[in-house]
């Protein structure tokens, strides 16, 4: 007869079963911890000392601030005549430029022997600095962020120990929860599981940051994890946009290229750069930035890209035209990104928030400042994690 009530062999058999989940679940923790946690720490706190780039250069480099005018900025055509004056025989790749600092133009590639920045003022053209970098050499901030894509090692090989290193780190942060989340919720339990005992032994204090601040961190962690995979894991990527989309499809990236058919007909080189530009400050006159990729000259099926941004540090919202260098028609390239946001689907707005989400830049200022303490804790949660297990004597040892 059934009365309602569990019989204690029913009992039995249900904590059997959450013993056993949570044995496998620990197991899952410690090991997959130990063996991704060099990965997780150099991912972390190269994030960490990321996050402030653009406000530590700032601070630092005093030829890239410029004051705000209401004046026209240099046009593109200008740009170029005053880099290859300044290195003759040589043109510019890039410009790139935020309110309030001066335009970056990179000279050359990485397979020149020699690349250059040169830091413009944005309404003048004057040259306020120039930095020279040899074939292997890279700006402090360049060479934090190959850590962080590739751990200093060949792409090929590092970028996909990246990859899955932050696919193993979710499953770790997940795993981790259930290991914190209390059998009950007593007093007792909950001060344990929410504060730092601080008078206790170091011992007790590590195992209390690993747990406790791996806790309150949860939530920012997750999200930079899962929007990093966007860029590593095809599936995943695929997936999500699936997902956040209703069931559509990612669209694929288009290879464009100019028509080589139409050189020297309708533009020069010059007019087509500076034309559009024009188009650009006429679509978009309140941008608060931009970043222009100058087409190779020696290639007649180069084209032009510009990005405009609404605003100085903001991703989600640019704008991006690639166009043709011969006849200034607009081609696209990515869907994702042939309409503006306001315009675009649920699913590529989620895909075009996903760089924001990553860096913090989503909630702005604090946004950065979540993502940088989220950071440094996760890079934490390695060497506490570690510490943990060394100062239980190894799994599996039988203590006295």
Not at 45 to 61: D, R
Not at 170 to 197: D, E, H, V
Request: hydrophobic content about 40%; charged content about 20%; overall charge positive.
């Amino acid at each position: 007869m059934n009365t309602g009530i569990e019989s204690l062999e029913e009992v039995s058999t249900r904590r059997r079963k959450k013993s056993s989940f949570q044995k496998v679940n620990n197991w899952l923790h410690l090991w997959l911890g130990l063996a991704s946690g060099i990965i997780v720490f150099i991912v972390c706190i190269t994030a960490a000392v990321w996050v402030f780039s653009e406000e530590i250069t700032y601070l630092t480099e005093p030829s890239i601030r410029a004051q705000i005018r209401q004046e026209p900025v240099v046009v593109p055509s200008k740009v170029l005549a005053i880099t290859q004056q300044h290195y003759p025989g040589k043109s510019a790749s890039y410009a790139y430029y935020q309110q309030g600092t001066a335009i970056r133009v990179g000279v050359g590639t990485e397979r020149d022997p020699e690349r250059h920045l040169l830091f413009l003022n944005p309404y003048t053209g004057q040259i306020q600095g120039s930095k020279t970098y040899g074939q292997n050499e890279k700006e402090f901030f360049e060479w934090v962020l190959l850590g962080h894509q590739h751990l200093w090692l060949p792409k090929e090989i590092g970028q996909p120990l990246v990859n899955y290193g932050t696919l193993v780190f979710t499953i770790l942060l997940i795993t981790g929860l259930i290991w914190w989340y209390p059998a009950k919720w007593t007093r007792a339990s909950r001060q344990k599981s929410f504060t730092i005992k601080r008078k206790a032994g170091w011992k007790r204090i590590n195992l209390d940051l690993h747990n406790v601040l791996g806790f309150y961190a949860l939530l920012v962690l997750l999200a930079l994890a899962l929007s990093g995979m966007v860029f590593g894991l095809p599936l995943y990527s695929k997936g999500l946009y699936w997902i956040t989309s209703g069931g559509e499809t990612e669209p694929e990236w288009k290879r464009v290229s100019s028509d080589p058919s139409q050189q020297h007909k309708q533009y020069t080189y010059n007019q087509a750069i500076d034309g559009a530009w024009a188009r650009m400050i006429t679509d978009y006159p309140s941008a608060g930035g931009f970043f222009y990729a100058f087409p190779d000259s020696s290639q007649a099926k180069s084209t032009i890209s510009i990005r405009t941004y609404p605003a100085p540090g903001r991703f989600y919202d640019v704008a991006r035209h690639t166009f043709d260098r011969h006849t200034l028609q607009r081609l696209d390239f990515y869907a994702v990104f042939d309409k503006s946001f306001d315009e675009s689907s649920t699913g590529a707005k989620v895909r075009r928030m996903n760089y924001d989400i990553h860096i913090g830049t989503i909630l702005g200022m604090p946004g950065k400042i979540l993502a940088f303490l989220g950071s440094l804790i996760g890079a934490s949660l390695p060497v506490t994690g570690f510490m943990v297990w060394w100062n239980r004597k190894g799994f599996g040892k039988k203590k006295r």
